[in-house]
């Protein structure tokens, strides 16, 4: 069964860093791209980061560009997100979720099947 | 960027009843859409991609349809389980970017 099991939320101060951990097991993690979904509370969807399989690609939403940093440990079958310079504006519950790819004229199209519990951070002071 | 506008925003419907949400992307995504639907305090479940491929262990009362700009779900037989909020997402391009959300309640 894919499980993917997010950490690292927490309570934070305005300015400060988070690092989030989403541990993944029941796949073969090191061939798929992930990716990380925010929901701020009452809130729609909000797609933050996304990574390839072999983490040499990364895509950012323009609103956490410069201060998110996503990353993957293949051999620990872990993604990460790096959160700095936090605002308010950043409180979620942050969402991985496992990316599959259709292909297409050599395109590589990824979406999303399976999706971690979440886990909440809140900036506040 | 590509933005992605639902409507209805809020749906009110009986069990048994068929019903279509529609989703509108500001340019061409192809068929690059999926749709996923979400209960109150519950994971996003995905339920369609490609515009109209049904994801593994969905039931067949869903289905999408649509390319380039215009897409739908519709619900052909609303069921008690069925009232949540869908949403779609575009993955034609970076940054991916999803609907609103649609809320489907019970009338």
């Known amino acids: 069964e894919v499980q993917l099991l997010e950490s690292g939320g927490g309570l934070v101060q305005p300015g400060g860093s988070l690092r989030l951990s989403c541990a993944a097991s029941?796949?073969?993690?090191?061939?798929?791209?992930m990716s990380w979904v925010r929901q701020a509370p009452g809130k729609g969807l909000e797609w933050v980061s996304g990574?390839?399989?072999?983490?040499?690609?990364?895509y950012y939403a323009d609103s956490v560009k410069g201060r998110f940093t996503i990353s993957r440990d293949n051999s620990k079958t872990t993604l990460y997100l790096q959160m700095n310079s936090l605002s308010a504006e950043d409180t979620a519950v942050y969402y991985c979720?496992?990316?599959?790819?259709?292909?297409?004229?050599?395109?590589?199209?990824?979406?999303?099947?399976?999706w971690g519990k979440g886990t909440t951070v809140t900036v506040s002071s | 960027d590509i933005q992605m506008t639902q409507s209805p925003s809020t749906l009110s419907a009986s069990v048994g009843d068929r019903v279509t949400i529609t989703c509108r992307a500001s340019?061409?995504?192809?068929?690059?859409l999926a749709w996923y639907q979400q209960k109150p305090g519950k994971t996003p479940n995905l339920l369609i991609y490609?515009?109209?491929t049904l994801q593994s262990g969905v039931p067949s009362s869903f289905s999408g349809s649509g390319s380039g700009t215009e897409f739908s779900l519709t619900i052909s037989s609303l069921q008690p389980d069925d009232f949540a909020t869908y949403y779609c997402?575009?993955?034609?391009?970076?940054?991916?970017?999803f609907g609103q959300g649609t809320k489907v309640e019970i009338k």
């Open positions: 979720a496992k990316a599959p790819y259709q292909l297409l004229y050599s395109v590589y199209y990824y979406y999303m099947d399976v």
């Open positions: 029941g796949f073969s993690f090191s061939n798929y791209a």
């Open positions: 990574i390839s399989s072999s983490g040499g690609s990364t």
């Open positions: 340019q061409s995504i192809s068929s690059w």
């Open positions: 490609q515009a109209s």
């Open positions: 997402q575009q993955y034609d391009s970076y940054p991916w970017t």
